[in-house]
C-alpha cells in the first residue's frame, strides 16, 4: 500500500488528478468522435433524416405532383418506390419523372393492397413515407414492426423535397 | 462412393448445366450454377447453389441451398438460402440424382410452391394472386445485389 | 502383463521374420508400427525403449501387372508391419522387383534369381545388418506380413507347425487356384460376426464383416486394435490391415492367419492369455505357442474369452465365422448369366420394352452372383442397395422409380381367384400354380443347400420357373437368404411369356469361368 504521510497525500492529489484528466480526455475523444459520425450523417441524410433508407408510396398525390425530382430521390441507393393499385409512375408527362432506366427496378407495382403491406414488409426499410389520405386506407398496426418510422404526411413534397 | 463417381462421370459428359465437385477429390460437396429459367423475373440472373451430400446417399438426400441473401423465392428462405423442396426431403428417392435435383430447382423458379412458403411476404403476394408486384419486389431484390 | 521390448533388438524392418515359433521365448509381443524399407536405405528403428511407436509403411512395388485397378491398389505390396520403437525417415523410392528384397531378409534366397534386383536386394540386406540387429530369436516379434500374389517361396516363408496328423487338401491346379484367388491374384478371407443365439449370455462383440486379402506366404496379424495399430494402419488399404477387434479381451498379438501358395489358411495362436477357439476348442492354453492349423469355409473362430460375464463391449470375447477364398462371393457362370438373361427380358416384355439392367440407386448393372429385389411393379434392384428402403417402411413398400405403393406382407397366395385385383381367373389360376411350384421348388432347394447348382437342372418340369428364382440365392451357405426371399415378391408373370421364352437352363457343368 502507499506510505503514510505527507508525501502520500501529494502523490494520490496526483493520482487522482491524471485519473481525472484521462477521464475527461477519454470522453472528450469519444464526443468527438460521435459527433464526427452525426456529422457524416445529417450531411448525408439531411439534418432532420435520421433514416438511411426509405419506402415510398406514392399515391397519387404524390404522382400528380410535377415538382418533386423523382429521377434524384431514385438514384439513392437506399429509396424504394412502391407503387398502389391504379396509380400511375412514372408519369411520362411530366420531366422530373423521367428515372434513369437502371434505377427502373426500385419502383415495384403492385394490383392490390394486400401487396402493397406485403412489400412493405418484406423491404424493410428505415422510413415508410406515405400519405394515408390518398391511399384510402389506413396503415396496418403490424407495420409498425418492419420499419422503424413512419411519416404520414399530406404533402410529400415536403418530405421529399429534402432528399437532395 | 462409388455412385457418387458414376454421378460425376455422366455429369461431366453432359455439357448443358454446371455442376461440379468442389475438387475432384472431395466428391462431398458440389456447386451448381443455375440460371433463371425464361418468363420469370429471374430471367437473365444466375445463382448458385451449394450442395452437400451426406455419407447415407443416396439413401439422404443431398443438402443444397443458395447463397445467403441471394434469392428471393416463395420458396426459399432469402437469409439463409434454405430451399423447402418435397425432393430434398421427404419425398426423396434413392433414384434421384444430383442432377435431377438441380433441375428439380430450376423447375422450383418457374413453378414456386405457394402451400409451404419459406419467405413469407413473396407467399401473401402469391396468394394473393398480386404477380406484378411478386415479380417487380422479385426484380428489385435481384436488382439490388449487382 | 505385456510390456515393451528394452532396447533388445527388437527392428522395425522386416529382417527379423522367423516365425515366431522358432524356440524364442524373449519377451511379451509389442505393439504394432509398420517399418519402411526402399532400394537403398533400410530403415531401422532402435527401440528406444520410450514406447513410443511409429507408423511407416513398408512399399515395395510388386509387379505391374498386379497393381493396377483398383484404388486399394495403390498401395504396393508387400507391406510389413511390426512394433517400432521410433520415428524414422522416409524415403520413398520403389523398388522394381523388390519383391525380392523383402524375402532377402527372411531366408536365404539363392540370389541367382533375383536378377536386376539382387543389387538392391543385397543393399538392403546389408542395410540390415548395419544396425547391427539380430532379429533372430529374441522376441515374440509377430509380424503382420501381406506378399503379393507374386511371392516366390511363399510356403517356406510361412514356416508352418502342423500338427502331426494333419492331411492337407491336394494340390490344385492352377486353374483351380486362380478361381480362388480374386483378380489381384490374392486369397481373401472374410469374418462376419457369429451370432450365438444358443448362448444368451456371451453375445461376441458385434464388428462389421471384415475382408482381408493377401498373397501366398502371407501372415495377418490378430490382436487388439491400440493407438498405434490405428496409426500404423491409417495409410493402407482395408483389405490389407491387420484383424484388429476393440476388445481388451483379445491380447495385442493374440493370433495370426496364415495362408500358403495353395490358397490354404492356417489360424495359430501366438501367446495368447485368453485363447483361441477353433469351432469351441481351445488351440492352445494360455501364453502357450500353438501349431498352425488348418481352416476350413465356415469354421467358428472365437477369440478370448468373456471377462466379466461380456457386459461391458471391451470386455466381450469375438466370435466370428470365417469364410475363405472368396466363398461368399461366387463368379459368374454360364448358368447364372443365363437365369439373369431371363430376368432381363421378362422385364423387357412386363415393361413395354424398356430395358432395365441398372440397379437405379448404385447406378451400377445388375449382374448375376448379386441378391436382386423386385418389386411387384418390375423394378429390380440390388438388394443391398434397396434394404434400407423395405426395411424402413417394411410392410409398406413404394417403388423408387414409379412411387407405386405396395404391401410387402400381402399374401402371395390369394386363395381363390374372387379378389384378384385386376386379372382374368385364368391367369390368376396359372399364376396360383406357378407360385406353389415356387415355393415348393424354393423349399427343395433349401433341402440341398448345399449340394451345388447342378441338382436344380435334374428337375426338369419345373424348369420354367428355376430361371427366375434362382438369382436369390447368392451364397448358399446363408441360410439367411431364405427368410429374405419371403419377404421379396416376385412380378407377375404371365406365364405366357414363360413359355414363349422357351425357357430352358444350360447344363451348368460347363461352368465357364467368366472372370478369365
Not at chain 1, 401487396?115 to 400519405?131: F, M, P, R, T, Y
Request: glycine share 4%.
Amino acid at each position: 500500500m502507499a506510505p503514510s504521510g505527507r508525501r502520500t497525500s501529494t502523490s494520490r492529489l496526483i493520482g487522482y488528478g491524471a485519473a481525472l484528466t484521462i477521464a475527461i480526455g477519454t470522453t472528450a475523444w469519444l464526443l468527438w468522435n460521435s459527433s464526427k459520425d452525426e456529422d457524416k450523417d445529417m450531411r448525408a441524410t439531411n439534418t432532420s433524416q435520421l433514416y438511411k433508407s426509405k419506402c415510398i408510396i406514392v399515391t397519387n398525390s404524390a404522382s400528380d405532383s410535377p415538382n418533386i425530382k423523382w429521377a434524384k430521390i431514385l438514384a439513392d441507393p437506399n429509396v424504394v418506390l412502391i407503387i398502389p393499385p391504379k396509380v400511375e409512375f412514372p408519369q411520362s408527362a411530366y420531366e422530373n419523372h423521367v428515372v434513369d432506366s437502371k434505377d427502373i427496378y426500385k419502383i415495384i407495382h403492385c394490383n392490390t393492397m394486400a401487396g402493397v403491406w406485403a412489400c412493405v414488409k418484406s423491404l424493410k426499410k428505415d422510413e415508410l413515407v406515405l400519405n394515408s389520405n390518398d391511399l384510402g386506407e389506413n396503415v396496418p398496426v403490424d407495420i409498425v414492426r418492419y420499419v422503424k418510422h413512419i411519416s404520414n404526411v399530406e404533402d410529400m413534397t415536403s418530405v421529399l423535397d429534402e432528399v437532395e | 462412393m462409388s455412385r457418387l463417381i458414376k454421378e460425376y462421370k455422366t455429369i461431366n459428359a453432359q455439357d448443358d448445366i454446371l455442376l461440379f465437385p468442389e475438387t475432384a477429390d472431395n466428391l462431398n460437396n458440389w456447386t451448381a450454377m443455375i440460371t433463371g429459367p425464361p418468363n420469370t423475373p429471374y430471367e437473365g440472373h444466375d445463382f448458385k447453389l451449394y450442395i452437400s451430400i451426406p455419407d447415407a446417399y443416396p439413401n439422404s438426400p443431398p443438402m443444397v441451398k443458395f447463397h445467403r441473401e441471394a434469392m428471393p423465392h416463395v420458396n426459399v428462405n432469402y437469409e439463409t438460402g434454405e430451399i423447402c423442396l418435397d425432393i430434398l426431403k421427404g419425398e426423396w428417392s434413392p433414384v434421384y440424382n444430383l442432377l435431377y435435383t438441380v433441375q428439380s430447382i430450376e423447375r422450383l423458379l418457374s413453378e414456386p410452391n405457394a402451400d409451404s412458403p419459406l419467405n413469407l411476404e413473396l407467399g401473401i403476394l402469391m396468394r394473393e394472386g398480386d404477380k406484378t408486384a411478386y415479380d417487380s419486389l422479385v426484380r428489385y431484390y435481384l436488382q439490388r445485389q449487382k | 502383463m505385456y510390456h515393451f521390448n528394452q532396447g533388445t533388438g527388437n527392428q522395425a524392418q522386416p529382417s527379423s521374420s522367423e516365425s515366431p515359433q522358432s524356440g524364442s521365448n524373449g519377451n511379451a509381443f509389442s505393439a504394432f508400427g509398420i517399418s519402411h524399407s526402399n532400394q537403398n536405405n533400410i530403415i531401422t528403428t532402435e527401440n528406444s525403449g520410450s514406447g513410443s511407436a511409429a507408423a511407416i509403411v513398408n512399399r515395395n512395388t510388386i509387379n505391374d501387372s498386379s497393381s493396377e485397378e483398383t484404388p486399394h491398389d495403390r498401395t504396393a505390396l508387400p507391406i510389413t508391419l511390426s512394433l517400432t520403437g521410433n520415428n524414422n525417415n522416409n524415403n520413398n523410392n520403389p523398388n522394381l522387383n523388390s519383391v525380392n528384397a523383402a524375402t532377402n531378409h527372411i531366408l536365404n534366397v539363392p540370389r541367382s534369381t533375383l536378377g536386376a534386383a539382387a543389387a538392391a536386394a543385397d543393399l538392403a540386406l546389408s542395410n540390415n545388418n548395419n544396425t547391427g540387429n539380430d532379429p533372430n530369436g529374441n522376441t515374440k516379434n509377430v509380424r503382420h506380413y501381406v506378399y503379393s500374389a507374386n511371392q516366390p517361396n511363399a510356403d517356406s516363408l510361412l514356416h508352418l507347425d502342423l500338427q502331426e496328423n494333419t492331411i492337407l487338401p491336394p494340390k490344385l491346379t492352377n486353374k483351380e487356384l486362380r478361381k480362388l484367388k480374386d483378380k489381384n491374384g490374392l486369397f481373401s478371407l472374410r469374418l462376419t460376426p457369429f451370432i450365438d443365439n444358443v448362448s444368451t449370455t456371451n453375445q461376441g462383440l458385434y464388428f462389421d464383416p471384415i475382408v482381408r486379402t493377401a498373397g501366398p506366404g502371407s501372415q495377418l496379424v490378430i490382436g487388439r486394435y491400440t493407438e498405434r495399430v490405428r496409426e500404423a494402419i491409417s495409410k493402407l488399404p482395408e483389405n490389407y490391415h491387420p484383424v484388429v477387434f476393440k476388445s481388451k479381451v483379445i491380447s495385442r498379438t493374440h493370433g495370426c492367419f496364415k495362408v500358403d501358395s495353395q490358397g490354404n489358411w492356417y489360424i495359430k495362436d501366438v501367446k495368447s492369455s485368453s485363447g483361441t477357439f477353433l469351432n469351441h476348442q481351445r488351440l492352445s492354453p494360455a501364453s502357450t505357442l500353438s501349431k498352425d492349423i488348418p481352416l476350413h469355409d465356415g469354421d467358428v473362430l472365437q477369440l478370448g474369452m468373456d471377462f466379466r460375464g461380456g457386459t461391458e463391449e471391451i470386455y466381450r470375447c469375438v466370435k466370428m465365422r470365417v469364410e475363405i477364398n472368396k466363398s461368399w462371393k461366387r463368379k459368374a457362370n454360364a448358368f447364372n448369366k443365363e437365369a439373369l438373361n431371363k430376368i432381363k427380358e421378362l422385364q423387357k416384355l412386363t415393361n413395354g420394352g424398356i430395358d432395365e439392367e441398372d440397379c437405379s440407386i448404385c447406378l451400377s448393372k445388375i449382374k448375376p452372383c448379386q441378391a436382386i429385389f423386385i418389386s411387384p411393379c418390375s423394378h429390380s434392384w440390388h438388394f443391398h442397395c434397396v434394404r434400407r428402403l423395405v426395411m424402413s417402411s417394411y410392410p409398406q413398400f413404394v417403388c423408387p422409380n414409379c412411387r407405386a405403393a405396395c404391401d410387402l406382407e400381402a399374401t402371395i397366395e390369394s386363395s381363390d381367384s374372387e379378389d384378384a385385383l385386376s386379372e382374368s381367373d385364368d391367369e390368376v389360376q396359372e399364376d396360383h400354380q406357378i407360385q406353389q411350384s415356387q415355393l415348393k421348388q424354393e423349399t427343395d432347394l433349401v433341402n440341398k443347400n448345399n449340394s451345388g447348382v447342378s441338382e436344380v437342372n435334374t428337375e426338369n418340369e419345373n424348369a420354367n420357373h428355376t430361371g427366375q428364382f434362382n438369382i436369390f440365392y447368392t451364397s448358399p451357405h446363408n441360410n439367411n437368404n431364405i427368410n429374405e426371399n419371403n419377404h421379396t415378391t416376385t412380378s407377375q408373370l404371365d406365364p405366357n411369356v414363360l413359355n414363349s421364352l422357351g425357357v430352358q437352363l444350360d447344363d451348368p457343368k460347363d461352368d465357364i469361368d467368366m472372370e478369365h
